[in-house]
């Protein structure tokens, strides 16, 4: 069965074949129907509450430095620009991950590509063929060198993330060295050059927790925008009832739960779950067979 994942969901048509018209953006920016996504230099973007903090194009001050790109256009018609550059005065900024689980699906769909193409532009200034600076165009969905005249288009890095349950029903979660104390997710990684999902389920899980899968389910996929990535979920299913082997720097814990023994160490305040509009808490729901309940005081 395919997942339905919370940030899979299209917010706006693209309209692909409207970015290369010439002076697009600056038409979009003049008019007042025009919504225009802020995003700022390191990646954080314009959110009041758990909403997109917008401006009207004709409400939109240019700041020095800005790059912007054209997002498509909504069910009524509005076309939307991202706005990437200097903070504007009177908006707050925000880590798109704090909000994103509260945030109404349709801003989320808007917030995430918006996010994802942010990120490929604040490390694409620069060439990687020749070093020379590059330039936007079509509505800046290319960078192109003038050095080498080379077109860089958008990036999306492949990533695996997957439920390993063992012969018992039971469910594998790991505590990776960089989380906090106490949390615990899936296992994942991204998968690697000549290398097929599948491989990379087989991989990752052999090097992370010592385990060999037996058997590779896919349950879908979404978009990650951190800072872009594309996450495949699968189930991986391992024979018998085996014990983790962590590597101790990577990943520091991995253990088996029943569900009633997460529900409990949830509800302890033991673990700490992966946060509700990712994949990983997807596959952990799609294991339990529902919410997980909340945890205690």
Known sequence: MILDLPLAHAGIDPDTSGRTREGLVGELLDGEDTVVVLVDE????????????????????????STHVYLGRDAEGRG?????????????????????ASMP????????PALAIANWHR???????????????AAGWVRRCHGCGTEHYPRTDPAVIMSVIDGSDRLLLAHASHFPRGRYSMV?????????????????????????????IYRGSQPWPFPRSLMFAFEARVLGTPEAQV??????????????????????????????????????????GGPIPAPGP
């Open 42 to 65: 390191l990646g954080d973007l314009a959110v009041a509450g758990s909403r997109l903090d917008t401006v009207a194009g004709a409400d939109y001050l240019e700041l020095h430095g």
């Open 80 to 100: 939307h620009v991202l706005a990437i550059g200097p903070r504007h005065d009177g908006h707050d900024y925000h880590d798109l991950r704090t909000v994103m």
């Open 105 to 112: 699906a349709g801003e989320r769909a808007v917030a995430v």
């Open 123 to 137: 490390h694409s200034a620069f060439c990687p063929r020749c070093g020379e600076r590059t330039e936007v165009e």
């Open 188 to 216: 994942a990684g991204y998968v690697e050059p000549g290398e097929s999902i599948e491989h990379a389920v087989v991989r990752e899980t052999r090097e992370e927790v010592g385990m060999e899968v037996a058997e590779v």
């Open 247 to 288: 590597d101790g720097v990577e990943i520091t814990d991995a253990r088996f739960f029943t569900r009633a023994e997460l529900a409990a160490a949830v509800a302890a305040g033991e673990v700490g779950l992966p946060g509700v509009a990712s994949v990983a808490y997807s596959l952990l729901e799609a294991w339990y």
